[in-house]
């Protein structure tokens, strides 16, 4: 658009003023008709998306253009010298910092030809080759300014972008929080109402017999709700940095650490299968996180086994636990293992966790440098894989 605004302003200048051409008027008006019509080509064919020439060859031809009309209209004092900054700002933006200097450099030369060339014969030639050197001088001044104000642009452009991602980052960390309290609060409201709920009976003496018995049995059913609730609390807050400061490690046997997660995840004898590999290992590793992340793990693994038995399958080796939970579940969808450690998404039926059990593993998990992997396991079921790095080689112990 602007070059075609320049050959208009051009064309109206020899209109009005004719002299401005000398005696070559009319090889100037065939040039600006032939421009214009080129123009106009370029300005369509770049808003359809298929410029009819590349950035640099458009660059070039302006150059070329603009080098003839000023030899046409009077060499040194023609008035289209005012259109070579533009060229050597196209060639700047196009081209970068060598290209724009250089291009400046090869247009303020032609230009100079020009002007020894097509100026009036009462012009000196130290007054042409004057005019050529100040607007060669002139137009790499030019692209120096540009390049300068390109770069404080760039620079500007990534602050921006900066700043952007981190208000965005901001916004996701609110909206997260917000989240978490969402489903905390809807958590607790439930068993919360229901303990008053049955507590006012209770107190009140309506309830006897059986009807008081299931009371009894809901208040200890919605008391184990809440300590979940509170575990997988304590579980983030440790994950994402608690106030309390990072657990010791400390020396954990192995064979102790398997028989404390299938009681505590509720799994009879009839369904447990543990393995330690060395046998009688001890290692060093934070025993609460750890504990935590298996005994999730293997209530999962129970909840959806149906009757089959929960494997937990302990091993040391090169600085390495890897502890993998094994099922006869319905196992997972294809294309799900990333999805069931997300944030509200459950497997089944959770006991107070409202689907936060398995995305608490991945962060504590993650807290630990380790990684979680959910397999499909051969013959049908899941496989849950931990590998967590240790701090120290375990310690041999018979037991």
């Known amino acids: 658009m602007l070059r075609l605004f320049v050959v208009l302003a051009v064309g109206l200048a020899l209109t009005v003023g004719p002299s401005l051409a000398r005696d070559m008027l009319v090889p ?130 990534r602050a921006a972008e900066a700043e952007q991602a981190l208000r965005e980052r901001l916004v996701a960390t609110q909206r997260a929080r917000v989240d978490g309290v969402r489903v905390v609060l809807h958590e607790f409201r439930t068993p919360v109402a229901s303990l008053s709920a049955l507590a006012r009976d209770l107190a009140a003496g309506r309830l006897d017999g059986p009807a008081r018995d299931r009371a009894l049995s809901l208040l200890a059913d919605h008391a184990t709700h809440l300590d979940d609730m509170l575990d997988g609390l304590a579980d983030l807050a440790l994950a994402d940095g608690s106030p309390l400061g990072k657990v010791r490690d400390r020396a954990v046997p192995l064979g102790d650490l398997a028989d404390a997660v299938l009681d505590a995840a509720g799994v009879g004898p009839d369904r447990r299968v543990a393995t330690v590999d060395p046998p009688g290992a001890v290692v060093r590793t934070d025993p609460q996180r750890l504990r935590r992340l298996l005994t999730n793990l293997v209530e999962n693994a129970a909840r959806h086994g149906a009757a089959d038995p929960v494997e937990l399958a302990l091993a040391h080796a090169g600085g390495v636990l890897t502890a993998e939970v094994r099922d006869r579940g319905p196992g997972l969808p294809a294309g799900q293992e990333g999805l069931v450690t997300a944030k509200g998404v459950a497997l089944g039926e959770r006991r107070g966790t409202a689907g936060l059990g398995l995305w608490i593993v991945e962060a504590l998990v993650a807290s630990m440098d380790g990684e979680l992997a959910l397999l499909p396991r051969e013959g049908g079921g899941l496989v849950a894989r931990l590998v967590l790095p240790l701090p120290s080689a375990p310690t041999p112990q018979t037991r």
């Open 28 to 157: 100037a008006s065939v040039l600006v008709v032939a421009t214009l019509g080129y123009s106009t080509a370029q300005l369509v064919a770049t808003r359809r998306g298929h410029p009819l020439l590349p950035g640099w060859a458009v660059t070039v031809v302006d150059g070329l253009l603009v080098v003839v009309g000023c030899a046409w209209t009077g060499g040194a004092t023609s008035v289209m010298v005012a259109a070579l900054p533009l060229v050597a700002i196209a060639a700047a933006v196009r081209g970068g910092a060598v290209a724009g200097r250089t291009g400046a450099l090869l247009l303020g030369l032609a230009y100079t030809v020009a002007a020894v060339v097509g100026s009036d014969a009462d012009v000196p030639p130290a007054d042409r080759l004057l005019a050529g050197a100040w607007w060669t001088g002139f137009l790499v001044a030019v692209v120096v300014l540009v390049e300068v104000l390109v770069r404080q642009l760039e620079r500007q452009a």
